[in-house]
């Protein structure tokens, strides 16, 4: 199958400022992490971008804010249908350049649109307070604005979904927003804004500038340090994270951070067996276990872990590993080069402190794309929590086995890292669940399902996965903030 575009002008390779798209003397290629194909060169903006980005965000702010949230949300609700009329062409381009299976691809599609349908519905929903008063003649009462002009910086993993999960907001609470994807994966952030300008945002509102990896900081830099940008909404990895709530700290801007994880995943004894192997396939499995919330740790209660290992790793093995142009891949490449080397070396390290390899444990040679950065679904048991692969993510399709003893044990385990993004239980004792719910440090647990994600619910994390809540109603405050205005002598003279 190839991977063609019905509207070939949504393949772009420009940056969007101002409502332009604009070209830079520099580019860089976007590439297949499946086959090596270049898919487009694409600008590598730098200082000069970044600088203008901001000055026609600020000017489009300072419009946009006064427009009455009716308005706000029809912009987001017509770019929401603009999205499902081109929904396939979307997935074509996430499988392109992010390689992953077009069945996911097509869901990661509507898990991004949900987020743009639920923030045209939030936008209407700012709500403030009218405080009693403690004296005559004095009105008090709160409202919520918006914080400014936005940097929106996002991953690879969810080309849509990551940045749709910020401008949506952004757009809702009356901000403007500057955006930057991540070099592997800008296409289909480039024609998200192509469809956003299609369904008649002003100029300025979003501006989306791409750069290499090296010009990364280059472009945030900027951002950083002008005091106009009055929020950073970061994605990634927990290092750039830290970073840029350091170097934000000289202006002082609100930051949302959605940054690594290493969840557990816990099975106790009396747990069914099927449904935790169930809830493992889809959550590991999920873009070659390139997700922040993966399991990154399996605990397995030893009454059960035998045979678990078993129906876990018969299962394993019948994962279809290949490239997105195959409608029957299940598990596609890795997005780099440096991402496979990374799980090569967790698995070497592994095996080397005394792991055991159930299954797989070495790079998928691929016949229909040779020298695509695939590695072959693997469970590896006998895992403990010396080895790489329990203290960093691996982000690859490698499945971690150890086993316990007792509930406090599993507790233990689970929070013995700086993490604290996502976690999972599976157990028929309603009284063990809530308490492991309790006591795991997460800012997300899920009892008995492996699905965790979803635009009516706060994805967020706490510890070093950092801070800040998207979807859900909270979402929307991440965006603004409570003004409090107080009115006296209010008090008419009576006659
Ligand atoms: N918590 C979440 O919701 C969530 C979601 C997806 C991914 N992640 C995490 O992201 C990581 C994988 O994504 P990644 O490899 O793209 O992360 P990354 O941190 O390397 O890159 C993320 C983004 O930051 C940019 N960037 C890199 N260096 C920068 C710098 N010095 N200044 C400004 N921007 C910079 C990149 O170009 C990219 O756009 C994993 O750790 C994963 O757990 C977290
Ligand atoms: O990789 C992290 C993403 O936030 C996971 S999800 O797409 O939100 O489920």
Known sequence: MTLTLSRPDLLRHESFLNNEWVRSGRTFAVTNPATGEVLADVPDCGEEEARAAVDCAQRAYQAWRRVVARDRAALLRRWHQRILDNQEDLARLISLEQGKPLAESRGEVAYGASYVEWFAEEAKRAYGDVIPQQHNGRRLLTVREPVGVVAAITPWNFPMAMIARKIAPAIAAGCAVVAKPAEDTPLTSLALVKLLQEAGAP??????????????????????????????????????????????????????????GNAPFIVFDDADLHAAVDGLMVAKFRNAGQTCICPNRVYVQRGIHDAFVAALSERVRQLKVGPASNAASQIGPLINLRALEKVQEHVADAVLQGASIAVGGKVFESQEAPGGHFYAPTVLTGVTAAMRMSCEETFGPVVPVTAFDGEQEAVALANDTPYGLAAYVYTRDIGRAWELGEAIEAGMVAVNDGVLSTEIAPFGGIKESGYGREGSRYGLEEYMHIKYLCHGNLDRPRG
């Open 203 to 260: 100029a300025g509102l979003v501006n989306m500038l791409t750069t290499s990896r090296a010009r990364a900081s280059v472009l945030a830099d900027v951002w950083l340090a002008d005091s106009r940008v009055r929020k950073i909404s970061f994605t990634g990895s927990t290092a750039v994270g830290k970073h840029l709530a350091r170097e934000s700290a000289p202006t002082l801007k609100k930051l949302s951070l959605e940054l690594g």
